[in-house]
């Protein structure tokens, strides 16, 4: 774990304070459990350490999977169930022994997507939500197919391009975000008890997608120096 990028930063900590102090209060407000506040607590941790590019971002990024996936199950978000346990576990195992071995100077290797691959991935995302979220159209019980599909396809990809180290996983992240504060947003309109903190808890992450973008913007043009 002493493999990592740089110290920690004054607005950083004031970040993760804000938005920890933020959590608290909607789980004191929304009268949530204590089990939702630690999947909030842990999401933050995870994509904060990750736009830092430290390995121990796999290691909160495990305990949310697991919650987040009982959260969506409850709310019959089954997509994001299927996502988080068939996906994102292995996914969790993977990236942490793939980033260990891409660390250069202290430094993970961030890299930076050709154009080609670029178009790649965009047809990637859109063919496999319109695919994805006509199959959950058919499930009983299940919310929001279309959204629901879109965020599990743009989670995958940008899984995907996470482990392998390319900074344009923040920007499929922070498309990623938006859709999926929307989708909660339709959940807490529709009564769901755990939306208002999972709203808060996407638009932490859609706050630090942009800075993850800028810091390994800077990173992949470190290494190609």
């Given at each position: 774990?002493?493999?990592?990028?740089?110290?920690?930063?004054?607005?950083?900590?004031?970040?993760?304070?804000?938005?920890?102090?933020?959590?608290?209060?909607f789980?004191?407000?929304?009268?949530?459990?204590?089990?939702?506040?630690?999947?909030?607590?842990?999401?933050?941790?995870?994509v904060?350490?990750?736009?830092?590019?430290?390995?121990?971002?796999?290691?909160?990024?495990?305990?949310?999977?697991?919650?987040?996936a009982?959260?969506?199950?409850?709310n019959?978000?089954f997509?994001?169930?299927?996502l988080?346990?068939?996906f994102?576990?292995?996914?969790?195992?993977a990236?942490?022994y793939?980033w260990?071995?891409?660390?250069?100077?202290?430094?993970?290797?961030?890299?930076?997507?050709?154009f080609?691959?670029?178009?790649?991935?965009?047809?990637?995302?859109?063919?496999?939500?319109?695919?994805?979220?006509?199959?959950?159209?058919?499930?009983?019980g299940?919310?929001?197919?279309?959204?629901?599909?879109?965020?599990?396809?743009?989670?995958?990809?940008?899984?995907?391009?996470?482990?392998?180290?390319?900074?344009?996983?923040?920007?499929?992240?922070?498309?990623?975000?938006?859709?999926?504060?929307?989708?909660?947003?339709?959940?807490?309109?529709?009564?769901?008890?755990?939306?208002?903190?999972?709203?808060?808890?996407?638009?932490?992450?859609?706050?630090?997608?942009?800075?993850?973008?800028?810091?390994?913007n800077?990173?992949?043009?470190?290494?190609?120096?």
């Amino acid at each position: 774990m002493s493999k990592a990028t740089g110290n920690w930063k004054g607005f950083e900590i004031v970040w993760l304070i804000v938005f920890s102090a933020i959590g608290i209060l909607f789980t004191f407000l929304s009268k949530d459990s204590f089990f939702g506040f630690t999947v909030f607590i842990t999401g933050v941790l995870c994509v904060v350490l990750t736009a830092k590019g430290k390995l121990m971002s796999y290691v909160f990024g495990m305990y949310n999977t697991f919650g987040y996936a009982y959260l969506a199950y409850v709310n019959g978000l089954f997509g994001e169930v299927l996502l988080n346990l068939l996906f994102f576990v292995p996914m969790n195992i993977a990236g942490f022994y793939m980033w260990s071995k891409n660390f250069q100077g202290g430094k993970l290797a961030m890299r930076q997507m050709e154009f080609k691959g670029m178009l790649l991935v965009g047809a990637v995302c859109i063919s496999g939500f319109l695919l994805l979220g006509y199959g959950l159209s058919f499930i009983p019980g299940q919310n929001s197919p279309y959204i629901d599909a879109l965020t599990t396809v743009l989670s995958v990809v940008a899984t995907i391009l996470m482990v392998r180290r390319f900074k344009e996983q923040w920007l499929v992240y922070i498309v990623l975000n938006m859709f999926t504060v929307l989708l909660w947003t339709i959940r807490t309109s529709e009564g769901s008890s755990e939306g208002p903190l999972m709203i808060v808890m996407w638009s932490a992450y859609l706050l630090n997608a942009a800075y993850g973008y800028y810091n390994w913007n800077k990173g992949a043009k470190e290494a190609l120096a």
